[in-house]
């Protein structure tokens, strides 16, 4: 028997899903708001048409980084690769990215306990990987369970969570894993933790630490997913195909966890 679990967010307008100048926006158009137009073309009245019907469809205003997306290398710097090969190579956008890194086993690491604005270092990365049993295999998906999961769409959201920092990023990257992905708005720690980091004192490599660890091996990962509680903590496999928008940073993804029972 095949389980399916949906591990991504419903895009939708008129919730905190992202900052302010972010938010997607959707426009409604109804069977009966669309018939005069197709009436008017068919040289029909609308009265003509079944029940005065014709087709419902929607306008979307969003950015390739609205709802549960996936980040291609490109989103985090100009050229990755540079642990890999000298001065390293173009980054590749999400139309480069291969289909084979997208539907592999995934892993779940539960993060829920710790703090908002914590950034998760190695230790508590192979400590996570030591509790559930787990050894970590190249190409695996590697979710992240947080905080943020039960905040999506409430005033808090994208400030909620821990984020993984540059050495626990690069952790899973030295040994083959690819694409990860994340409940929170970012894979990093809210941005407005690292703010308040670097009001006290801390310097700028703290910004997005963990999205640069592309610019050393290149990677992808999914941001605001869904239902990671209702995954087990391996066992299942991941699809996460993006939508081929030609050389874009990201690409929208109906992300799902599927279970062989």
């Known amino acids: 028997?095949?389980?399916?679990?949906?591990?991504?967010?419903?895009?939708?307008?008129?919730?905190?899903?992202?900052?302010?100048?972010?938010?997607?926006?959707?426009?409604?158009?109804?069977?009966?708001?669309?018939?005069?137009?197709?009436?008017?073309?068919?040289?029909?009245?609308?009265?003509?048409?079944?029940?005065?019907?014709?087709?419902?469809?929607?306008?979307?205003?969003?950015?390739?980084?609205?709802?549960?997306?996936?980040?291609?290398?490109?989103?985090?710097?100009?050229?990755?690769?540079?642990a890999l090969i000298p001065g390293g190579r173009p980054s590749m956008r999400i139309d480069e990215v291969p289909l084979e890194w997208c539907f592999q086993p995934g892993v779940k690491l539960d993060f829920r306990h710790l703090p908002d604005g914590h950034i998760v270092q190695p230790a508590e990365v192979e400590a996570e990987f030591l509790r559930i049993g787990h050894?970590?295999?190249?190409?695996?998906?590697?979710?992240?369970?947080?905080?943020?999961?039960?905040?999506y769409g409430e005033d808090d959201f994208i400030d909620s969570g821990c984020g993984m920092g540059l050495a626990a990023t690069m952790w899973l990257l030295e040994r083959g894993v690819r694409v990860v992905?994340?409940?929170?708005?970012?894979?990093?720690?809210?941005?407005?933790?690292?703010?308040?980091?670097?009001?006290?004192?801390?310097g700028p490599s703290l910004i997005w630490e963990g999205h640069r660890a592309g610019r050393q091996i290149g990677y992808s990962h999914m941001e605001k997913l869904s239902n990671l509680e209702a995954l087990p903590a391996n066992g299942f496999m991941v699809s996460c195909f993006p939508v081929k928008i030609h050389r874009a940073s990201a690409g929208w993804v109906r992300a799902v966890a599927i279970i062989e029972e």
């Open 135 to 151: 050894t970590l295999k190249p190409l695996e998906i590697v979710l992240i369970n947080t905080r943020a999961g039960s905040r």
């Open 181 to 202: 992905g994340t409940d929170g708005w970012s894979w990093d720690a809210p941005f407005s933790a690292t703010k308040r980091r670097i009001e006290q004192g801390g």
């Open 1 to 82: 028997m095949r389980r399916i679990i949906d591990i991504s967010v419903a895009l939708k307008a008129g919730i905190k899903s992202d900052p302010p100048n972010m938010l997607p926006e959707i426009e409604y158009i109804d069977h009966h708001q669309s018939a005069p137009r197709m009436a008017e073309y068919m040289g029909v009245q609308v009265s003509d048409l079944p029940n005065g019907e014709y087709a419902a469809v929607e306008k979307v205003t969003i950015s390739t980084h609205n709802g549960t997306h996936l980040d291609a290398p490109y989103h985090y710097f100009s050229r990755q690769d540079e």
